[in-house]
């Protein structure tokens, strides 16, 4: 068996990370989704262990000594981990796992998981991310203006990304994030890593041989 492809989907604050991922994790059900932790307080409708696991500093602090995320951030005054154990566990059963998570984070995923797929959500203008965070309307003014700052120095790292994808239109980026897993599916098929071996294994006169 395969194991499953760990997705690792970035971008800057209210380009529609969220919004995308949910979008796509309707069309692909058996896409899982990974819950993080958060010391933020939840939103209006947030569900503890649907959106977030909700934590305080010190269960986040817990969690972060007893070694249970596989990466953690501050990000504008709270903090956000992935549980590592989740993560784990879904790819050795060969099942696709899709991380939500801003850029420090996916940077320190990269260091662990070399082999992830890093897709960076970009918006189609600077001008349109403010609309849509502003748009939200889920945070005061000082937390917009902090996260479109923070939000144009992510995307100064945009290079560290195996891939950009622009969300001008929620199913638009859902296809395009959906070839690409379709790609990087082919790219692992394990039968392509075998037949590569036994090519490797003939020798030269072997290989002369058999044309
Ligand atoms: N393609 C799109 N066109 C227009 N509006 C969009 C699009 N994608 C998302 N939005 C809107 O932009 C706002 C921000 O989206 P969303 O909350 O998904 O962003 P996010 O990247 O997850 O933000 P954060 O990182 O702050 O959690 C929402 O109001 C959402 O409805
Ligand atoms: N490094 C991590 N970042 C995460 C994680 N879960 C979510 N996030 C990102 O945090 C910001 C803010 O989220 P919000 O829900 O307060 O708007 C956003 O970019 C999320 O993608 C995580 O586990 N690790």
Known sequence: MNRGLLIVL???SGVGKGTVCSALRGKQPELIYSVSATTRPPREGERDGVNYFFKSREQFQD????DALLEYAEYV???YGTPRDFVEKTLDEGKDIILEI??????KVKEKFPEGVFIFLLPPSLGELKQRIVGRGTESQATIEHRLSVAVEEMNLLYHYDYAVVNDDVDS???RIGAIMTAEHCKRERFL??????LNDLT???NARER
């Open 102 to 107: 801003e850029v420090q984070g996916a940077l």
């Open 10 to 12: 970035s971008g800057p």
């Open 193 to 198: 890593h075998e037949l590569f071996q036994e």
């Open 77 to 79: 005054g709270n903090f």
């Open 173 to 175: 980026a859902c296809a």
């Open 63 to 66: 969690m972060i000594r007893n």
């Open 204 to 206: 030269p006169a072997q």
